[in-house]
């Protein structure tokens, strides 16, 4: 299985590749620096050279070809302004879910957050990031080509993973370690049940494998 990560040099996704690398799947991550590359090939990624702010559907769509399931990990960061969240929290989400969708990538999970809402209110730069993935994880969800999750944690740590989560459409607010984020979305490859579904994350007392296949097909 070949699966393509959006923002693969990003804290989560590096976890991600190394997990799903060492199940011993296809892994490539699409970054814009190639003095990134190494990173990623230490994790057991391919880095594929790709700047999703300009590029064409068509040509993230000939990244993606082949690929059985693609993952949008990529943001713009806590130290980047307003146009950067609606180009890349915004705009690359919806280029590479339509990218993904044109090459006929079934499979599709996407990294959200906690009180994403298209509909949020408020004028700090937070509240602009939290409407710009409410409106991306809109538009995934209008792909009827792709078995899409949403995927969407709470305030994230750097703390080891307990490998213990709690895992459901509706969590209340809560933190998660970006291990456990990682390891949720490695579950979340293999279990395409899953589809269809925006789930909340935060840190908890159940196994993630369990907590996953608690979920699926619900």
């Not at 990134?36 to 993230?60: I, K, N, T």
């Not at 090459?103 to 730069?125: C, I, K, P, Q, T």
């Not at 579950?187 to 699926?216: F, M, N, W, Y």
């Amino acid at each position: 299985m070949r699966i393509v990560i959006a923002g693969g040099h990003g804290q989560i996704a590096l976890r991600l590749e190394q997990l799903l690398a060492a199940r011993g799947y296809e892994v490539a991550g699409i970054i814009r620096d190639p003095a990134q590359g190494d990173d990623l090939r230490q994790a057991g990624a391919e880095p594929v050279l790709c700047d999703l702010e300009s590029a064409s559907v068509e040509h993230v769509a000939g990244i993606l070809q082949g690929a059985d399931v693609a993952v949008f990990a990529a943001g713009a960061g806590p130290g980047s302004g307003v146009a950067r969240k609606d180009s890349v929290d915004r705009g690359a989400a919806v280029l590479f879910s339509d990218a993904a969708e044109r090459a006929r990538v079934r499979r599709f999970l996407m990294v959200s957050s906690m009180g994403a809402d298209a509909n949020h209110e408020g004028d700090d730069v937070f509240d602009f990031y939290l409407r710009a993935k409410g409106e991306a994880d809109d538009h995934v969800r209008t792909r009827l080509g792709l078995e899409w999750t949403v995927l969407r944690p709470g305030s994230l740590t750097d703390d080891p993973g307990s490998g213990q989560v709690r895992l459901e459409a509706r969590t209340g607010r809560g933190a998660v370690p970006r291990d456990d984020v990682a390891a949720v979305l490695a579950e979340l490859v293999e279990t395409p049940a899953t589809a269809g579904l925006t789930l909340e994350l935060v840190d908890g007392s159940i196994p993630v494998e369990v907590a996953v296949k608690a979920v699926a097909g619900n």
